[in-house]
């Protein structure tokens, strides 16, 4: 394909891209989810064994790698489309099922319906009306969803560009380049209300408008892929499953901008997004929709891809921008804003992964489109990756303002195994956590805020009753402590320094006055210290105070770690009433410490036993409980 | 650091590669990782020399990223537990003996560098303790003779 240089050329090629979509629609389709969570699952072997089995049968048909769908909980994924039907999901697929579904399904037309898990109709093919599978749409995960920036994430190839293309895909770019001024590309964002979604939710297209604005030249435009919360995999989701989206949207904030040149830092971590945005960036660089004048325009644009090399401060941006110019990424005071003077002292603009995603379709489908989803002050979606004590872990896409119940308990389908909800970590090592008190508060960038924790990139961790609120926050703060860049003394050592005090809480060794010391190294690190880490690393701890200041005392008063984590400040007991004798729990000890004669209550010898918790996790009859290690009480310790 | 010798023909033709360009610290740094394993000595010299990059420059930078490592490692990796439920069950036997057998220092690499071992406290997994972890397959109640088996029988 030689390079486009007019819209004439392009609408050849969407033509083009449609019909090979079109070809590849009269072909039964096999679709395997292969983002790095599919292949963690087995999605490998399972592409593998249905190419063979397509090899076997001699069948000529599709068999497609997509990105991640979300569905976490299920994989690894196989859809099966047959011409004019709608395509079918199977979940949980083992290795051993492949040859059935396709035997069945593929060849014989028949849907194997205990195995499936949903369909996705769409326009102009036929309704399955003899089995009556849910739509994706009813499905309680996706029900409350909204995807915009996800749309194509698990339904199209991410490896080829014309299926980018034949789902719309850089129709935005074309828009903006035959019809749009820089200046209307930047009103039409700022109209919208996006806000930055790596978490400071800052006005994106005011920013555009600073950097548009700074009279310096060259401009950089860069794409923050440097995500390294725990328990955070959205941006990696989208790089894997959707790549070309990101690189449109930093195509149109380039020219908006006044740009030439842009990076897209990516974290080394991420082996297969850098995999798939190199394949994306060498295919738009070949249609000529990166390079020299593009559609024969005077605008040019290319990209490069940077890998880090392992740092979380480097997600701060102008850490970030000090280690594409090769030093230590190390933060340095604003302002000056990177919009003024940025990558080599040059206006810069850096956004996040998903605002990028987002821009094509606010571009395509207008602001006002975009700001009805959402709420007003927080307009279109958030993107999270629910993760932790809840039945559908995954990546979900849901409109700003709906409730943290909502989507815990909706479309994360409530905590497993009988267990309480405790508590919601939002926005990762530097947010907070929520109680149950708070799971009303609507989800957006302004009333998290009020509610204590924060919006952050995307995280969502929920944790059940067995979580102690001391060693989760401590757990935050050895994180955001070990990757202190160690520039300013308020985050090297605040953090520390209340680590250690949490520490001696966790030993038993803890007093009333060190919470007070806690709150008073907070406010040090908040106000004085040079970028957001440091800023937000005593957010954990300090949300984990307010909300369950009863078990910090609990630990400090009575020496007892109710959630039965803390080594030392617990033992395990069995309650005669209720354990039925069954022996579950005698052979996973590992001390032998458990001891009794069947369908009667056992006992455990509190001088073997180690409290690794086996039994615990083993009895189905809530019949180990967790008792305070010294029988003490609250006022003859206090006293 | 000790000094090591190694070959720096190989780096040389990849330092050419970025010739022309305002040559990118991190970049070259992770591409002679890939080429040796670790950042010897004697190569963070060459590039200094080649390129101009302050020597201090590129130790601030290889020491900032975890991803840079200064020292040789073992082609494989033994990463066993020794948190409590472990401890109990003869993690230390298991220790001592592929310290003795392997000849690999908990810690640190084999001679031959065949091996590295690191100590690592609870993996979560006390069901099946005592555990260890090679090259990312975790193997469960493992005993001092077998597991060492099953370690020499490593390519």
Redesign the interface.
Known sequence: MRKLASTADWMDLYQQAQNKLAHQRTLPTVYIGMGTCGIAAGAGEIEAIARQELRRHNLQANLIPVGCIGMCFKEPLMDIQLPGWPRVTYANVKPEAVPEIIQNHLLGGKIIEKRALGQLTEPGQQKNKTIPLPEYTELPFYQKQTRIALRNCGLINPEDIESYIAQDGYQALVKVLTSMTPEEVIEEVKNSGLRGRGGAGFQTGIKWEFCQRSPKTPKFVICNADEGDPGAFMDRSILEGDPHSVIEGMLIAAYAIGANYGYIYCR?EYPLAIKRLQIALDQARRYGLLGENILGTDFSFDLEL??????FVCGEETALIA?IE????EPRPRPPFPAISGLWKQPSNVNNVKSYALTPQIILHGAEWFSKVGTPRSPGTAIFALTGQVRHTGLIEVPMGITLREIIYEIGGGIPKKKQFKAVQTGGPLGGCLPESALDTPVDFDSLVQAGATMGSGGMIVVDQDTCMVEFAKYFLTFATAES?GKCIPCRMGGQRMLEILSRIALGQGTLTDLDEIEYIARNMREASLCALGQLTPGPVMAALRFFRAEYESHILDKFCPAGVC?GMFRYEINTLNCAGCGLCIK?C??QAIDGKKKEPHTIDQIRC?????CY?VCNLNAIEIQPAHKQTAASEAG | MSEETCDLRELEVLLETFQGKK?????I??KTQSLYGYLPQAALRAISEKTG?ALS?LM??AT?????RLTRQGRHLIRICDG??CH??GAPQNIEAVEDALNVPAGGTSPDYKYSMEIVYCLGS??L?PIAVVNDQVYGKIDPKTFVEQLKKLE
Do not use: D, H, K
Request: charged share 15%; aromatic share 10%.
């Open positions: 080394a940077y890998e880090g090399a392992g740092a280690s090769g030093r230590r990424g860049c080594q996973p590992p001390q180690i409290r690794c918790g086996v996790e | 040559y990118p610290v991190i970049p740094l992770q990059i420059q601030g930078v900032f990223y975890a991803q840079f409590t439920a109990v069950r006390c069901g303790a």
